[in-house]
């Protein structure tokens, strides 16, 4: 079982922005599709965005699509999550998913995720 750890949640103002990691020892994070996920209290599991394993095509959903992106690091062997302009409504646990398929559709393993609060 593939062991993913995610970081860089917090508390941020509507407007603001947060960078979300993804880490992975133990394995090359350029060999695996990548998806984040997240999760508000009460919610159903919302799919954000996926990234592409070698050429790290990024792919994402109409909910955060224009601002935000998926990059990945190589040499830290970390995928990020960069979030822009959050808004009130988008508090939740961040997860990152190793997946395979179109979009990263078939999920694998999941990490423990981070939370992400967004207030004033």
């Known amino acids: 079982q593939v062991q993913l750890v995610e970081s860089g949640g917090g508390l941020v103002q509507p407007g603001g922005s947060l960078r979300l990691s993804c880490a992975a020892p133990?394995?090359?994070?350029?060999?695996?599709?990548i998806a984040w996920f997240r999760q508000a209290p009460g919610k159903e599991r919302e799919r954000v965005g996926c990234i592409s394993s070698g050429d790290g095509y990024s792919y994402y959903e109409d909910s955060i699509k224009g601002r935000s992106s998926i990059s990945r690091d190589d040499g830290k062997n970390t995928v990020y999550l960069q979030m822009n302009s959050l808004k009130p409504e988008e508090p939740a646990v961040y997860h990152c998913?190793?997946?395979?398929?179109?979009?990263?559709?078939?999920?694998?393993?999941w990490g423990p995720g981070t939370e992400v609060t967004v207030s004033s």
């Open positions: 133990g394995i090359t994070l350029r060999n695996y599709q």
């Open positions: 998913v190793t997946a395979a398929g179109y979009r990263c559709e078939a999920l694998i393993d």
